[in-house]
């Protein structure tokens, strides 16, 4: 029987391979991809002829065919023809038609399309992370900046849904910037892991040629090469960490978004949110809705989602070179970063401008009863009663003032005075100025003077730390900005040396 392979007269591609695979990889190459290829195949190129492998004429010769086609060719009018398999062979298809295919096809020498697609991958996460960082180092400016001005600011803090404590608001948003700077410096690990070059590992085992993969890497802007060959082009953790780092970000900022929404609600009313950020109702007059919180509730479950996405795709995937990780999950995960941009931005903004509301805070303190804690601490120190003692007192307080609809401060000693007398079996040294005193909320947040507390001083020490930190993020966005100027110098200048060097 003939062997169906040699009488196989099908064309390359398929016309629906074409319009399914093919065509979408090549839109999303052209659409992310031109300048790392770009910058590749210029590194690449000097490093052959810095290391001896290939002769400077005839790298010349390519430098100038390649500047030709960046320079006559705009990759956004391309329109995927089926006639060769992808982006990186339309490259070779232009140089071949331009220098010949012999001295054309010498730039892939030492180079496979798997470390080639693994380092322009890198190089768009780098640039991605850096912007993204940037939008995250402002919004961190933004709450320290608001957590400083709000440090004194009563609000009513929850647990459970419930009243629970007061605090300030500068201390609140003070908790939320801790987990903010431990999400930049999850972003800033994911970065260094990305920050390591693929170039130089070819298909999987490098290359028999006297390759110089430090060399290309610090063309490339990269930190170093990435040392095990095998894992430059299976270990996508570079993927899975990039992606962890926005997965957990938005998961946490969510929470904090959560919140705002919650304090905006009518019956709570802890926070204003101006004019600017807000929509009216086109039938009921009386409504001002924080829209924009809204936004950012789901923009932030977008990003999460997206994120989740990408991780959820390299679940089960063999420890290869696999197009599972690749150009178009890649792209998808771009997506990611699109939202969490316009959410960094808009959280930025409404924490710049929301205020408290301190009639409502001191109503909904007066209500609930939530300084009761500190009444209950100060029988212990005051009275010499056991903690156990004292908050059974406190509690029957607490219980005759919100039975009566009453407040702590106004209504609150008789019935103390009450409870005591019935646990101890005699009268208190507490007195209704000293009671008062103990119950009001700005004595509840003075006395917790300890570390990481809402008091002023270690407000204070804790806005210095924050403040500290974000310098030193800033610093090394710098010298990382720097470096990669740096290198982007250094590989135009050696490829500018190549063209027209004949």
């Not at 629906?16 to 999303?28: A, H, I, M, N, R």
Request: glycine share 6%.
């Amino acid at each position: 029987m003939a062997d169906p392979r040699l009488s196989d007269t099908s064309k390359f591609p398929d016309p629906v391979y074409k319009e399914t695979v093919l065509k979408p990889l090549f839109d999303g190459a052209r659409s992310h991809h031109v300048d790392g290829f770009r910058r590749i195949d210029r590194a690449h190129l000097v490093m052959l002829v810095e290391t001896g492998i290939l002769d400077r004429d005839l790298a010349s010769r390519i430098a100038d065919a390649l500047e030709a086609i960046d320079r006559e060719i705009d990759p956004s009018t391309l329109v995927y023809t089926g006639e060769v398999e992808d982006f990186f062979f339309l490259i070779e298809k232009e140089l071949k038609a331009r220098i010949g295919v012999d001295t054309a096809g010498r730039l892939h020498t030492a180079r496979s399309r798997n470390d080639i697609d693994h380092t322009l991958f890198k190089l768009g996460l780098k640039d991605k992370i850096d912007a993204l960082m940037g939008k995250a180092r402002l919004l961190l400016a933004a709450m320290i900046d608001a957590a400083d001005r709000e440090k004194s600011t009563l609000i009513v803090a929850y647990t459970h849904g419930q009243p629970a404590q007061p605090t300030t608001f500068g201390h609140y948003l003070s908790a939320a910037i801790e987990v903010l700077i431990r999400d930049i410096e999850r972003f800033a690990e994911a970065r260094r892991i990305v920050d390591l070059s693929p170039m130089g590992a070819a298909a999987i085992t490098t290359s028999g040629f006297p390759i110089d993969r430090a060399r290309v890497a610090e063309l490339l802007g990269f930190s170093a090469p990435l040392r095990n060959s095998y894992s430059c082009i299976a270990a996508v953790d570079y993927t899975t960490a990039t992606y962890s780092a926005i997965e957990l970000m938005f998961l946490h900022l969510g929470r904090l978004i959560q919140d705002f929404q919650f304090w905006t609600s009518f019956e709570v009313g802890q926070i204003y949110v101006p004019n600017a950020l807000v929509q009216i109702s086109s039938i009921m007059p009386q409504k001002r809705n924080p829209v924009p919180i809204e936004h950012l509730r789901h923009l932030a479950s977008q990003t999460f989602g997206r994120a989740r996405t990408v991780l959820d795709v390299m679940h089960n995937t063999p420890f290869t070179d696999m197009n599972d990780s690749e150009g178009e999950t890649q792209g998808m995960g771009y997506e990611a970063f699109a939202s969490a941009s316009r959410v960094l931005d808009l959280l930025a903004a409404l924490i710049s401008q929301i205020s408290i509301d301190p009639e409502r805070v001191d109503q909904n303190i007066r209500r609930s009863c939530i300084t009761i804690t500190e009444l209950a601490d100060s029988l212990v120190r005051i009275e010499g009663l056991s903690f156990r003692e004292a908050h059974e007192i406190a509690a029957a307080t607490a219980k005759s003032v919100v039975a009566a609809k009453g407040d702590l401060t106004n209504d609150g000693y008789e019935p103390f005075l009450k409870a005591f007398e019935h646990s101890v079996g005699r009268k208190p040294s507490v007195d209704l100025p000293k009671f008062k005193e103990i119950v009001s909320p700005e004595h509840f947040v003075a006395v917790r003077a300890r570390f990481g507390g809402p008091a002023p001083e270690p407000m204070q020490d804790a806005l210095r730390a924050y403040r500290e930190k974000l310098a030193v993020f800033e610093a090394a966005a710098k010298e990382a900005a720097d470096h990669e100027a740096a290198a982007a110098a250094e590989l135009k200048e050696k490829f500018t040396a190549l063209t027209g060097a004949r």
